[in-house]
């Protein structure tokens, strides 16, 4: 399954409240303008570990909504907030099949291992309708491993292309940019890709 799986729920749950303080007020404006270019209105979304809820609030205010997460406190952070549509899963343990106009993933895959990570572009993939938008980041490098007490897979815009295969999406745009919290120096890629419409045979 997800190597780390335990490692970074445990580190979220304990770090929970300054998780939620030091991402809540992040400002997520260029993201959101790159994603919603692609969305038509009330589009149909899945916030893939959504965390802090942040962005689950700012979508909800002109789309449909949905999230997943495995952490119990972002879970309740999430409805006490009174977003709805809210379930405590896993991507790898997703079934949704052609639910969604688009998927937000937003520094949540990098948690998966290597070798589950084509397996959760699949996931998500099922979960879109045909022509569907997804959005994706990752710290950008090479890296794989433990990192301050949670698991992670560093990308680049090539390496990326190795994960999709059999997945019938492609890579519409992406974007580097540097980390938008105060204090930090990493850099992030940011991919737009799109579900491929299937063709009848």
């Given at each position: ?39 038509t ?20 205010q002109?789309?449909d ?38 998927i937000?993933?937003c520094?949540s ?18 979960a ?15 890296f794989?491993g ?20 059999d ?29 491929i419409?299937?063709?009848?045979n």
């Amino acid at each position: 399954m997800i190597v780390g799986y335990n490692m970074n729920k445990e580190y979220y749950t304990k770090h929970l409240d300054d998780f939620i303080n030091d991402t809540t007020t992040t400002d997520m404006s260029t993201i959101y303008k790159l994603f919603e270019k692609y969305l038509t209105k009330q589009a149909k979304i899945l916030d893939i570990g959504f965390g802090s809820a942040r962005d689950m609030l700012y979508f909800n205010q002109n789309y449909d909504v949905y999230g997943i997460d495995i952490v119990d406190g972002f879970i309740e952070n999430a409805k006490s907030k009174n977003l709805k549509n809210i379930t405590k899963l896993s991507v790898l343990d997703m079934n949704y099949y052609k639910e969604f106009n688009a998927i937000w993933a937003c520094a949540s895959l990098l948690h998966i291992n290597e070798k589950d990570l084509n397996e959760a572009f699949k996931k998500c993939s099922n979960a879109l309708l045909p022509n569907g938008i997804m959005y994706c980041s990752f710290k950008y490098g090479n890296f794989q491993g433990e990192r301050n007490g949670r698991y992670y897979i560093d990308l680049t815009e090539e390496s990326i292309k190795n994960y999709l295969s059999d997945t019938n999406m492609k890579i519409l745009e992406y974007m580097i940019t540097s980390d938008a919290r105060p204090n930090r120096s990493d850099k992030w890629l940011n991919v737009i890709l799109k579900k491929i419409e299937e063709k009848n045979n």
